[in-house]
């Protein structure tokens, strides 16, 4: 059963938001994920193009009053702001209350601030994950060395998943243009990776992306990176065609 995050700040118009489609996008599979204000105004549009610009698919956000949300119940509420840490210090129903205090970027003149802001609310959500995804860490811990390595015997599964760790993050596009393969077989290996939990994957628009999934046990990241550092050549052919690679589609990792 996923478990649900409320982000609340006073306006509900950018760093709540902004942490909301975060949060969903790097483990929307594994929390529900709602924003609030304790007094609602209007979406920021520089929030919305922050996100834009870091590659994550904002929808189409409004913002909330906290009190529409009050008869449920929520394993985290995290505020963003002091005032929303004073004003909802105790939650009703809820499990944990966490105050991470951002300053507001809508405050500031530096021209960078939304997306200042965006990176570290993007960091703290990382943390936030690798320690409360238990669900997830039990299904990376189940994963034995031999499942693994029968998952790096298979070629296409072994390039993509270099390819990906040298880049990232990659989408089906551009792993379909790197091994010059049809997409039904590329998605097919992906899945299976994504099965064992290998990968997380996100939905941006039309494409599906690709990581390593954070959560992956240290040994076998480990055996992942010393396999790509000591054997460039074997991704020699398949980055070529991914640097050549016409109206590549910006992601996460190339737009920060």
């Not at 405050?107 to 959500?125: G, M, N, T, V």
Request: aromatic residues 6%.
């Amino acid at each position: 059963m996923k478990k649900s995050v409320l982000f609340l700040c006073t306006a509900n118009s950018a760093r709540s938001i902004m942490a909301e489609a975060v949060l969903r996008s790097q483990a929307g599979d594994l929390f529900d994920v709602f924003s609030a204000g304790t007094e609602p105004g209007r979406v920021d549009s520089r929030a919305v193009d922050a996100l834009v610009s870091f590659g994550i698919e904002p929808g189409k956000p409004s913002a909330k009053s906290v009190a529409s949300l009050a008869d449920r119940h929520f394993d985290f509420v995290i505020t963003l702001c002091s005032k929303a840490r004073q004003e909802c210090r105790h939650w009703p129903g809820s499990g944990v209350v966490m105050d991470w205090d951002f300053a507001d970027p809508a405050q500031s003149h530096d021209p960078r601030a939304f997306k200042h802001c965006l990176q570290e609310i993007s960091e703290r959500i990382r943390l936030f994950v690798l320690v409360n995804s238990k669900q997830t860490t039990n299904k990376s811990k189940a994963l034995s060395a031999l499942a693994f390595f029968k998952a790096l015997a298979d070629e296409t599964r072994l390039l993509s998943l270099l390819l990906i760790q040298e880049e990232d993050e990659l989408c089906v596009c551009e792993l379909v243009a790197a091994l010059d393969m049809p997409q039904p077989k590329i998605s097919r290996h992906l899945a299976q990776l994504r099965t064992l939990g290998v990968l997380l994957d996100r939905r941006q628009g039309q494409w599906i992306y690709y990581r390593i999934h954070p959560l992956l046990s240290e040994w076998m990241a480990n055996v992942l990176r010393q396999t790509g550092d000591n054997n460039q050549a074997l991704l020699q052919q398949s980055s070529a065609r991914l640097a050549a690679m016409a109206d590549r589609p910006t992601t996460c990792a190339s737009s920060r």
